[in-house]
């Protein structure tokens, strides 16, 4: 049949204005929001590598350790310390983030523009309301690539190590100086049958992960891979963390804490209310270092309780305390700024 010709016509507009609008869709995609980060160093650790990947997985383009300051109408995040202050307040970002662990106020006095701050301390956190500078409660995480147990965490022969102290960072310890004196003797520990199916093997009854120890593991030194340390991790049936209850680091969730529950190990460390908030009775805690041995005891030899804790812990790091969490609450918390504060 043929068409009349005026019927053409409006076929042929139809057909040139789809053709057009096909060769208009890559110019009509989304335009995705850019963050510019600011890592510690030119390389981003595990921690911020993980959180900068999520970030992209939730659409972001992510402009990192840019040479010039973020431009206008973006975000910046900076994960560096407070002399970098003075760059913030000329930053033309929409808005400005400033992350970091250091436990001291940021000295803002001669500032007129002031960036939105991250802790990860409470009394920072308040101190930082109560001057009416825009905060909130918020840590970078653990990178679960790096540090996650596999589903053969808890299979006969697998768990190797009964107790690993894990402290990159403690050069001493009085729990260190002690377990020292346990550590290296390299012989089947009589404790083998609980922790898994019988003929485990595990390699003495102490041992170290940590740049700082010569008795450390020979896997690591001088120092593994994060994500080496974190296969060793989830080869210990029990993580000791040292934190100095006199320190920050017991005013926080220590790196190791959450690395190590993570990995799928049982973490025993000292009193600490931030980790207690998050990972309620987990994480096992002690007041006194006297009680630390009879805890190690009593978890090795009751793998059942253990092994309960062991998947809860490892559930709320990831749900709570990875970087990939981090990143969507720092998207909660960008999303909340631009619905109910102007820049």
């Given at each position: 049949?043929?068409?009349?010709?005026?019927?053409?016509?409006?076929?042929?507009?139809?057909?040139?204005?789809?053709?057009?609008?096909?060769?208009?869709?890559?110019?009509?995609?989304?335009?995705?929001?850019?963050?510019?980060?600011?890592?510690?160093?030119?390389?981003?650790?595990?921690?911020?590598t993980?959180?900068i990947?999520?970030?992209?997985?939730?659409?972001?383009?992510?402009?990192?350790?840019s040479?010039?300051?973020?431009?206008?109408?973006?975000?910046g995040?900076?994960?560096?310390?407070?002399?970098?202050?003075?760059?913030?307040?000329?930053?033309?970002?929409?808005?400005?983030?400033?992350?970091?662990?250091?436990?001291?106020?940021?000295?803002?006095?001669?500032l007129?523009?002031?960036?939105?701050?991250?802790?990860?301390?409470?009394?920072l956190?308040?101190?930082?309301?109560?001057?009416?500078?825009?905060?909130?409660?918020?840590?970078?995480?653990?990178?679960?690539?790096?540090?996650?147990?596999?589903e053969?965490?808890?299979?006969?022969?697998?768990?190797?190590?009964?107790?690993?102290?894990?402290?990159?960072?403690?050069?001493?310890?009085?729990?260190?100086?002690?377990?020292?004196?346990?550590?290296?003797?390299?012989?089947?520990?009589p404790?083998?049958?609980?922790?898994n199916?019988?003929?485990?093997?595990?390699?003495g009854?102490?041992?170290?992960?940590?740049?700082?120890?010569?008795?450390?593991?020979?896997?690591?030194?001088?120092?593994?891979?994060?994500?080496?340390?974190?296969?060793e991790?989830?080869?210990?049936?029990?993580?000791?963390?040292?934190?100095?209850?006199?320190?920050?680091?017991?005013?926080?969730?220590p790196?190791?804490?959450?690395?190590?529950?993570?990995?799928?190990?049982?973490?025993?460390?000292?009193?600490?209310?931030?980790?207690?908030?998050?990972?309620?009775?987990?994480?096992?805690?002690?007041?006194?270092?006297?009680?630390?041995?009879?805890?190690?005891?009593?978890?090795?030899?009751?793998?059942?309780?253990?092994?309960?804790?062991?998947?809860a812990?490892?559930?709320?790091?990831a749900?709570?305390?990875?970087?990939?969490a981090?990143?969507?609450?720092?998207?909660?918390?960008?999303?909340?700024?631009?619905q109910?504060?102007?820049?």
């Amino acid at each position: 049949m043929k068409l009349p010709a005026a019927q053409k016509t409006v076929l042929g507009l139809l057909a040139a204005i789809a053709a057009a609008a096909l060769c208009a869709l890559p110019f009509l995609a989304v335009k995705k929001d850019i963050v510019y980060v600011y890592a510690k160093s030119p390389v981003p650790d595990s921690r911020e590598t993980g959180f900068i990947r999520e970030l992209k997985r939730l659409g972001y383009e992510v402009k990192l350790n840019s040479s010039s300051l973020p431009a206008a109408g973006t975000v910046g995040l900076w994960f560096r310390p407070p002399e970098f202050a003075s760059q913030l307040e000329t930053s033309p970002a929409a808005w400005n983030f400033i992350y970091n662990e250091d436990y001291y106020p940021f000295d803002w006095r001669g500032l007129k523009k002031f960036p939105v701050v991250l802790t990860p301390y409470r009394e920072l956190y308040e101190h930082y309301a109560r001057s009416n500078i825009r905060t909130a409660m918020f840590t970078v995480g653990v990178n679960t690539t790096d540090f996650y147990a596999p589903e053969t965490v808890f299979q006969p022969g697998y768990k190797v190590y009964p107790l690993v102290y894990y402290g990159d960072n403690n050069k001493s310890s009085p729990l260190a100086e002690s377990l020292k004196k346990q550590s290296g003797n390299n012989k089947p520990s009589p404790l083998a049958g609980s922790l898994n199916a019988q003929n485990s093997t595990v390699q003495g009854s102490v041992w170290f992960m940590g740049r700082f120890w010569e008795n450390g593991l020979p896997q690591l030194v001088p120092q593994g891979t994060p994500a080496e340390k974190g296969r060793e991790l989830s080869r210990a049936f029990i993580a000791a963390v040292y934190a100095d209850p006199e320190t920050p680091a017991a005013k926080m969730v220590p790196s190791e804490t959450a690395e190590a529950a993570a990995a799928g190990a049982l973490v025993i460390m000292p009193s600490n209310p931030a980790v207690k908030e998050i990972y309620g009775d987990n994480v096992i805690m002690y007041e006194k270092e006297s009680d630390f041995p009879g805890l190690v005891d009593y978890y090795l030899q009751n793998p059942e309780i253990s092994r309960a804790k062991i998947v809860a812990a490892q559930k709320i790091t990831a749900d709570r305390l990875s970087s990939a969490a981090s990143a969507r609450r720092f998207k909660e918390i960008l999303d909340w700024l631009r619905q109910n504060v102007e820049p």
